[in-house]
């Protein structure tokens, strides 16, 4: 069995079509959109709003942490185009997820990641896609469960939810042969960015599920460039997937 697994797609489309070429199925941990990147300022929602320029003026300020600074500047834009924000905001996010659903390969099971938006997901789902988040599937004879979105910080992306109700999914996983989930656990080499040079969130309520029921490996994203993309918790493998936008290429699981 070989299965593919992509996590922080961010609007790839070309290479998601890709993605799934050898395998029996994909995995796709989340993070489809792209709403800003800090490599290419002039690349996703909020320059095509805003411009580049201003763009790089904010992807810096969050760099530089200064978050106060940063939503002044947000607001000041946003106030500049008048209305409700995700009036804007919502027909770009829906023409990035018409195109990159269509190009999905099919079997494929994806869960969400921080700065998805769950809601609108099914408007785009064709036959072969199956979302799970908190819940479990087979494939070829092994256990995987799913566990969607990131947990609160200061960036305010828009599925970040409370620890409590991130643990409840992590519970009702339960014990699985594969651990799929848009964030690692909590421990401080998966969560270092060293081109960004902060740490990112982590979970604890994953991390201590590992350790208890030690699934054959725990499969993430969301750290672009981590300084350790893999360790070893018991016998738990536990592999950052890598940075798909980045990279272009999948994580290959075979068994």
Known sequence: MRVHVVSDVHGS??????????????????????????????????????GAENA????????????????????????GLGGDP????????????????EAMPTPAYLTYGNVDLPRLWGDYLKPGLQVLDGQTTEIGGLRFGFVGGGLRTPYRTPYEISDEEFA????????????CCHI??????LLYDVVARRYERGSEATLAAIRRTQPRYALFG?????????????????????????KGVPYVLEW
Not at 17 to 38: E, H, M, N, Q
Not at 63 to 72: H, I, L, N, S, V
Not at 184 to 189: G, R, T, W
């Open 13 to 50: 489309v070309d290479a998601l079509a890709r993605a799934g070429d050898g395998a029996d199925a994909l995995i796709c941990l989340g993070d489809l959109i792209l709403f800003i990147d800090y490599d290419d300022h002039a690349q996703g929602i909020f320059p095509d709003l805003f």
């Open 56 to 79: 790089a003026e904010f992807i810096a300020l969050r760099t530089a942490k200064r978050f106060d600074e940063a939503r002044r500047l947000s607001a000041r834009l946003w106030a």
């Open 86 to 101: 995700r009036d804007h905001i919502e027909p770009i996010v829906r023409e990035q997820y018409a195109r990159l659903f």
């Open 168 to 179: 409840a999914k992590v519970e009702a996983v339960g014990e699985v042969d594969v651990l």
């Open 184 to 189: 690692p656990p909590a421990v401080p080499e």
């Open 222 to 246: 969301h750290v672009h460039q981590p300084l350790y993309a893999r360790t070893r918790i018991g016998r738990t493998e536990c592999v950052n997937v890598g940075h798909f936008r980045g």
